[in-house]
Each structure stands twice: as C-alpha cells, then as structure tokens.
C-alpha cells in the first residue's frame, strides 16, 4: 500500500496484490463532508450510474460508513482503479476544432443519460437499507415517469426502483461547520421550490445564531 493522492477531503491509497493487480482505498476527510451520509451515498451514486445508467463508474469491491463497526476505525471506499488519463492533462495539449468534440459530447451524453432518471425529490442517492424507514416507503421515482422507448432501460430503472432510495442531502455546504448541530431540514423535497426554502432557511438560522457572535469567517464555514 502506498499514497496515491492526499487532499482536504480524502486520503486515497492504491492497494498492490501478489498478483499485479491494484484497487484504490478512500479514506474521507472530516471536510469531505457528514459522518455516515457522505460514504453512503457516494457508493450508491457510483453503482447507480454504472449500473443503471451505463457511465463507466468505479466499481466498488468493499466500503463501510461506519467507522465504529470496522476494524479500520474510519469509514473506507475500496474501488476499482481506473486506467487512463485526466482530461486535465491533456485539454492544452488538443488542437481546436474537431479534435475537442469528442471530449466535449462525451461529457453532454453522461449530463443526458440522467434525464432517463426522472427521481420523486431532491437529496442525495442511498441504498433503500441506509434510509429511514419512512424514506424507504416513498418512490424512487416520479409516478408514470419511466421512459417505455427503451425495454432494457426501463427493467434497469424499475429494479432501481425497489433498490435505491432519496435521502439527506450529503452535500458538505449543508453541514458544514455549525450547521451539522442545527436541526434545520437537510431534506429529502419533493421539488426546487422547497429545495430553495430549505437552503435559504439554513444560512438564515446560521447568521441568526452565530454572526453577531463574531463566529470567525474561515472559507469552510
């Protein structure tokens, strides 16, 4: 085992076996966002998109969100490592033109494959196991949404159905410093409007309470 990257939000590690082969392991940091929430959901978004909607996710091998019920004492993603290279590293390096489109419709076709998926509210994506008894009883999805112009799809969609769940938003923006003490709405909203009520509730709270204080004014706040 040796580092592979280090950041503000995970430690990431790449795992050598005897045989050649190397897995990632993610370590999140306190930043990377809620205790629990952040790794749950990250799992179930990758398997989602790879799965379902066939964007070429990592493949996740092992993972826990509960650093006290592992031996690790943190919580950990072990993943598939991907071969390639960063578009990063080589979008100075591409001529104008048509040599950027492919890059650039490839992206278009990931953001469109998601129209497919037409989710009942806004939060974040979890497995129905890791939500709240009365989130696991709400849809998936819109009623009467699915799209019929595509059998596999659909039978994809309708499994996802009785597998994933909407839950609390795992966005670090809502919980971080503070705000994970305060007990506002983090969701699941049944549409934009509620999803903006929400949020602007939030920081309002947030300065009611803390900024005559003279909380400091650090970035992470």
């Not at 790794?39 to 978004?45: I, L, M």
């Not at 709405?185 to 300065?207: I, K």
């Amino acid at each position: 085992m040796y580092p592979f990257q280090k950041g503000s939000y995970n430690k990431i590690f790449t795992l050598g076996f005897d045989n050649g082969r190397e897995v990632i392991a993610r370590i999140p940091c306190p930043l990377a966002g809620p205790p629990f929430l952040t790794t749950a959901s990250e799992v179930a978004t990758m398997e989602f998109v790879r799965d379902v909607l066939g964007i070429p996710a990592p493949r996740v091998y092992a993972w826990s969100a509960r650093a006290y019920e592992n031996p690790v004492g943190a919580e950990y993603i072990i993943m598939e490592k991907i071969s390639g290279v960063e578009s990063r590293y080589r979008w100075t390096k591409l001529a104008k033109g048509a040599e950027v489109f492919p890059l650039i419709y490839g992206v278009f076709d990931i953001e469109r494959s998601f129209e497919s998926a037409p989710f009942s509210q806004f939060g974040s994506l979890y497995f129905k196991d890791d939500v709240d008894g009365e989130l696991r009883d709400r849809p998936l999805f819109l009623p009467d949404s699915l799209p019929d112009n595509d059998p596999e799809l659909l039978e994809k969609l309708k499994a996802a159905g009785e597998k994933y769940r909407i839950g609390l938003i795992a966005d670090r923006q809502w919980w971080r410093a503070e705000r994970a003490d305060m007990a506002t709405d983090h969701g699941p909203w049944p549409d934009m409007s509620s999803f903006l009520l929400a949020a602007t509730n939030l920081e309002r709270e947030w300065l009611h309470r803390y900024a005559s204080q003279g909380v400091s004014a650090r970035t992470h706040r």
